[in-house]
Each structure stands twice: as C-alpha cells, then as structure tokens.
C-alpha cells in the first residue's frame, strides 16, 4: 500500500513559479513509477509528467505543453515527489494530482497505469 500527500498548491500570477511535492510512505519512490496528473473544472484528467527507472537509467516524460516549463524530480532520501513549475499560465490552472505506479514502465501518461493516487493540490494561475 502507498500513500500520497501532494502539497504546495496556490495561487500564483502568470509568468511566476510554483514547486508541488508529493509526499509517499509505504514504498520508496525509487522502487515506483511515479508520474502527475490534472484535471481542470469541466474537464477530464490529464497526463502532466512522469518519472521512473528502466535499465539505462531515470527516465523522465512531459506532455507537450508543460515540456520546457516544468521539471519532475524525486529525492529518495525524503521518498518524495516534486513538480517544479515555472511561467505558469492561466491554462496550467487545476487541480494537480499525483500517482504512483508499481510497474516501471516507461511514459507511462494513462491515468489506468496507476496505481495509487493522492488527494490533489489547487493551482490557480491568475492572469
């Protein structure tokens, strides 16, 4: 069983930044595919980022309109997760999930890939 507590949501102008951590305990974040998702009012989850390990290494993945703006790191040592965001947009406003896969699997952007979920974490990008 893992649990995840996602944390560091708000409200932020366009162009500012914002860094979400996802808390885990029950399983090392190492071991996991970990990935984030978000959903906006009206609209269904998406696919945000993932990480996870194959043979050559940490594998990182990012939707095409977060790439070059957010960066999905984890500290092992704290078996947390992080979602480092910069000049947000008023379309990144949602709420802001994250999720943990047993599998390591690469690219892993399907919400049914994974396996636990946290509560999610406001963010709202005022123009």
């Known amino acids: 069983q893992v649990q995840l507590v996602e944390s560091g949501g708000g409200l932020v102008q366009a162009g500012g930044s914002l860094r979400l951590s996802c808390a885990a305990s029950?399983?090392?974040?190492?071991?996991?595919?970990m990935g984030w998702f978000r959903q906006a009012p009206g609209k269904e989850r998406e696919f945000v980022s993932t990480?996870?390990?194959?043979?050559?290494?940490?594998?990182?993945y990012y939707e095409d309109s977060v790439k070059d703006r957010f960066t999905i790191s984890r500290d092992n040592a704290k078996n947390t997760l992080y979602l480092q965001m910069n000049s947000l947009k008023p379309d990144d406003t949602a709420v802001y999930y994250c999720?943990?896969?047993?599998?390591?699997?690469?690219?892993?952007?399907?919400?049914?890939?994974?396996?636990?979920w946290g509560q999610g974490t406001q963010v709202t990008v005022s123009s």
């Open positions: 999720a943990a896969a047993t599998s390591l699997l690469r690219h892993s952007t399907r919400s049914g890939q994974y396996d636990y």
């Open positions: 029950g399983r090392p974040v190492g071991e996991l595919t």
């Open positions: 990480i996870t390990w194959t043979w050559a290494g940490e594998s990182t």
